[in-house]
């Protein structure tokens, strides 16, 4: 079974960065865990989901949040909801982690000798092939680079079912880290935060087209 | 119009990771364009598309590319469509460089006011935020993050058409980039390369089911 290519691009053009969205619309228990579970099924580098997402309905939070944010002002306070995705620090996603271990063996649940293949693999990887192990950041910024897949589904699922979001980066990354520590706890030692990307009914539309180069400008045919 | 929510999960169920595909099969033109339009209408952070997509069709160029992409064995000479995404160097993604400046007034096409507020909110976000501007490091992979989005899109579009896709990191980055740079005079001052990713049809069904973290091991609520 396939969708019809024109309905999936009418989902790509409705989706924009909702900035405010219609306060009185709740996004449906079953609609907000169809798009959850797109993040979920959503793949990563070799498949080791260094993500949690956290959905922040407490609104004494949001507004808390609201103040390290300048880039959710109207949308944290009008959201049905509200994602803080998380990204595994770096000493967990070493090749060698007792974490990525784990990982394989548990939730792939691997047998041992593919646990070895795979890990010398993932050493290759990150020690040669993209330079990881020399910093924490480029070791994080890596794990970050797979939420935007998960972020990327969301937004784009959501869409499909007519339900606007918005992805924010506009936000002090510590001042929020400490924020989630400090009020619920969030262990600093293990997670970041990656972004934050508001769900809802948007409460107008929008003011200006989607501006995009053309195909010509951003492909390019080796033949 | 919105899509149904089982159809949808029924395409992220049919994404994998393939291995290997079919070569006698291509993807027609019409249903490639289509994938690459949700990569051209994908967001990104403040709007800035820092990306390009060569689809290397080119059969020498894709057996030379092979020999520094270990992760690519079966997938580059089987795949009907191969696409290496590039990803705009850090000096071009800089608050006040003449390419975001040129962007925002051409292709986004906001008026100078607009421009110079969203410059500064680029540059708090650039210098204080995300701390981007104290390596070039780490600026190429913020924009490489935004780079995934369009990955996860047209991963998605292709499996909700029925077309499979494998998304490809392991390669050596410098080893490609010097690829590209002697065959196809890739401007190494002004693209890196974020990833490859093939296109085309399964040669055989997974030969594992889909592991995920249950939707409780990944979701935390906050009421």
Partial sequence: MTISK??????????????????ERKISEDDFS????????????????????????????RETLKQSTWGGQKQLPTASHVVVTLVRKSHFMKYDSAFVQHFMREVQQFPEDIIALR?????????????????????????????????????????????????IEGFTQKAVEQILADEIGL????????????FGYRKEQPARDKTRQSLDAVVEWVN
Wanted: proline content about 5%.
């Fill in 34 to 61: 169809f798009i959850l579970e797109t993040a979920r099924l959503s793949p990563s580098s070799f498949g080791i989901e260094p993500w949690k997402f956290l959905v922040i309905q407490n609104p004494a939070l």
């Fill in 6 to 23: 024109p309905e999936i691009l009418q989902a790509y053009q409705f989706r924009h960065a909702c900035k405010e969205f219609d306060a």
């Fill in 187 to 198: 262990d600093l030692q293990q997670w970041g935060v990656a972004y934050l990307v508001a």
């Fill in 119 to 167: 890990s010398s693999f993932l050493e290759q990887f990150q020690r040669e092939d993209f330079d990881l192990l020399s910093s924490e950041r480029a070791m994080t910024d890596w794990s970050g680079k797979q939420t935007y897949i998960a972020l990327a589904n969301m937004m784009t699922a959501a869409a499909m079912i007519g339900v606007d979001s918005c992805p």
